[in-house]
C-alpha cells in the first residue's frame, strides 16, 4: 500500500501539521491502495503563505523564462507518463489502455496547447498613442479539481495560471490523490521556483472551503458538481474573489432523420466512455420519431455488449464507477427511473460475474420526458435517456429544458440546419456529426454548468486582470 502524507509546499514535501489519515479505495476492488492525509488549516495557511510570497518574482519573471519551464515540465509528463497512467488506473477506476490514451494524452494534449496558445501571446498592449493596456496575472490561485478526468483537469488550471505568473495551491479530489501527488513531482522535477506551485490534500469542508474564504487567495478555479460550485462562490463572496467555475451537464444528443445511420451507436459509445462520468456527456439522446425505434434497438445493443471489467485488464472496455457514494447514487437514480421510463438494457446492481468493485451495468430507458428525474438530474454513470422529436424546434425546445449548458450535440447531414440549431441551443459547446474540438478550444458552459473557459488563449486569459495606464508613450 502506497504512504502519501505529505503535501508539497514551498518547493518541499512536508508533513501534516495534525495527523488525519485518509485511506484511498481501489474502486476495481474495493480495497484500499493508498493512504494519504487530509490537511489542517494550518497546511492551508501555509501553502497560501508560501504562494503569496513567491507571487511578486514569479509575476516578474520573462514569458520566455516561463515557457521554458513548461517545455521542461511537458518532457518529465510524458518521460513519466506510465507512472502516472498507472495512477490514475488505480484511483478512480479508468481501464489501464484508456487511462494511458485518454487520460494521460489529455494532459498532455492541453500542456501543448497552452504551449502554442502562448507563443504569440501579448500581455500588453497600445489602446491610444499615449495608453496602454497590460494583462497581469491576477495573484494566488486556488485550483480544486475533480476525479473524473485527474490530468485533464489538474492541467487546464495549473499551466495556465503558472504561465501568467500567478502562483497556485493544487486541491486535487481526495477520492483521487495521486495524480495530483504525482503532478507534484513533476513540477518540482521541471525546476519551478518554491512556491509557485503547492499542494494540500483535503475534502470540500476543510481545505475546500479554507481556500475560498482564505483571504490571501485572489482566485478559486473549481471544476466539479454545481452543488459545489454553489457553495464555493458562496464562500468567496465575502471576499469578493474571481470564481471560475466548470460544473455538472446534461448534455442533449439531436439525431436529425437525416444523420448517419449509425449515429446512436455512437451516441451511446460515447455516453458510456469513461463509464459516464464526464460532466459533457450526452446522456440525453433526442431522436426523430422516424428513427427513433431503430436508435432505441441500437443504444440497447450497445449497452448489451459493452464489456464491463477491472481497470487492470487489458483491452476496450468501462471500469467500475469511482467510490460506493457514487455507485449507490447512480443506484438509486436507475431504481427512480425505472418507474419512470421503460427499462431496455441494463438496470439495478452489477453486471453478471462481478461480485465485488463498484461496477455498474450499462443501462438505457426508452420513452423518457423532459420531466422525468431520469431526464433531470445529472446521473454520472452509464446511464442513457431517449426521448422522441418530431420537429426542429421541439428538438431546440427539449435540448434547452434543462438548468445545465455544458455540451450539446446535433447529428445532420443538412449543413444550414446544423448550423441554425447549434446557434439555438444554449451551451457553452456544441458538437456535431462527432467532430471533436480543437486543440486550445474554449471548455465551459451557461447557466448551472459554470462561468469560465478552459484552454488555450481563453484559459490563460481566465488568470490575467487588465489594467489601463494613460500617459504611456508610444513606442
Not at 72 to 79: A, C, I, P, Q, S
Amino acid at each position: 500500500m502506497l504512504e502519501k502524507r505529505d503535501f508539497y509546499i514551498n518547493g518541499r514535501w512536508v508533513a501534516p501539521a495534525k495527523p488525519n489519515d485518509y485511506a484511498v479505495i481501489d474502486p476495481s476492488t474495493e480495497e484500499q491502495c493508498a493512504v494519504i492525509s487530509l490537511g489542517d488549516k494550518a497546511d492551508t495557511d501555509a501553502a497560501v503563505a508560501a504562494a503569496k510570497a513567491a507571487f511578486d518574482s514569479w509575476s516578474q519573471t520573462s514569458k520566455a523564462e516561463r515557457t521554458k519551464l513548461l517545455k521542461r515540465l511537458l518532457e518529465v509528463y510524458n518521460d513519466r507518463a506510465e507512472e502516472m497512467a498507472q495512477a490514475m488506473s488505480m484511483e478512480m477506476g479508468a481501464p489501464i489502455e484508456m487511462s494511458r490514451t485518454s487520460q494521460v494524452g489529455a494532459g498532455s494534449w492541453h500542456l501543448e496547447g497552452f504551449l502554442e496558445a502562448f507563443e504569440n501571446f501579448s500581455f500588453e498592449s497600445d489602446f491610444t498613442a499615449t495608453e496602454k493596456t497590460l494583462r497581469e496575472p491576477i495573484g494566488v490561485c486556488a485550483l480544486i479539481t475533480p476525479w473524473n478526468w485527474p490530468m485533464n483537469q489538474i492541467i487546464l488550471k495549473a499551466v495556465p495560471a503558472m504561465a501568467t505568473g500567478c502562483t497556485a495551491i493544487l486541491k486535487p479530489s481526495e477520492i483521487a490523490p495521486l495524480s495530483g501527488l504525482l503532478f507534484a513531482e513533476y513540477v518540482d522535477q521541471a525546476g519551478f521556483p518554491a512556491g509557485v506551485f503547492n499542494l494540500v490534500n483535503g475534502d470540500g469542508a476543510g481545505v475546500g472551503s479554507q481556500l475560498s474564504q482564505h483571504p490571501d487567495v485572489d482566485m478559486v478555479s473549481f471544476t466539479g458538481s454545481t452543488r459545489a460550485g454553489i457553495a464555493i462562490s458562496k464562500a468567496a463572496a465575502e471576499t469578493l474573489k474571481r470564481v471560475s467555475l466548470e460544473l455538472g451537464g446534461k448534455g442533449a444528443n439531436i439525431i436529425f432523420e437525416d444523420a448517419h445511420p449509425k449515429a446512436a451507436k455512437m451516441g451511446a459509445v460515447r455516453c458510456f466512455r469513461n463509464t459516464g462520468q464526464s460532466c459533457n456527456a450526452p446522456t440525453r439522446m433526442l431522436v426523430h420519431k422516424s428513427r427513433y425505434d431503430e436508435a432505441v434497438e441500437m443504444a440497447a445493443e450497445v449497452a448489451r455488449t459493452t464489456h464491463v471489467g477491472p481497470a487492470s485488464e487489458p483491452g476496450q472496455h468501462i471500469g467500475p464507477v469511482v467510490s460506493e457514494a457514487q455507485f449507490n447514487k447512480i443506484q438509486k437514480l436507475i431504481e427512480i427511473g425505472m418507474g419512470e421510463a421503460r427499462l431496455v438494457a441494463g438496470g439495478l446492481g452489477r453486471p453478471d460475474g462481478l461480485n465485488r468493485g463498484y461496477f455498474v451495468k450499462p443501462t438505457v430507458f426508452a420513452d423518457v420526458n423532459n420531466q422525468m428525474t431520469i431526464a433531470r438530474e445529472e446521473v454520472f454513470g452509464p446511464v442513457l435517456a431517449i426521448m422522441p422529436f418530431e420537429t426542429e424546434e421541439e428538438a431546440i425546445a427539449i435540448a434547452n429544458d434543462t438548468p445545465y449548458g455544458l455540451t450539446n450535440y446535433i447529428q445532420t447531414e443538412d449543413t444550414e440546419k446544423r448550423r441554425r440549431v447549434a446557434r439555438r441551443l444554449r451551451s457553452g459547446m456544441v458538437e456535431t456529426n462527432g467532430q471533436g474540438f480543437a486543440k486550445g478550444s474554449p471548455f465551459g458552459g451557461y447557466k448551472q454548468s459554470g462561468n469560465g473557459r478552459e484552454g488555450g488563449i481563453f484559459g490563460l486569459e481566465e488568470f490575467l486582470e487588465v489594467k489601463a495606464v494613460s500617459g504611456w508613450a508610444a513606442e
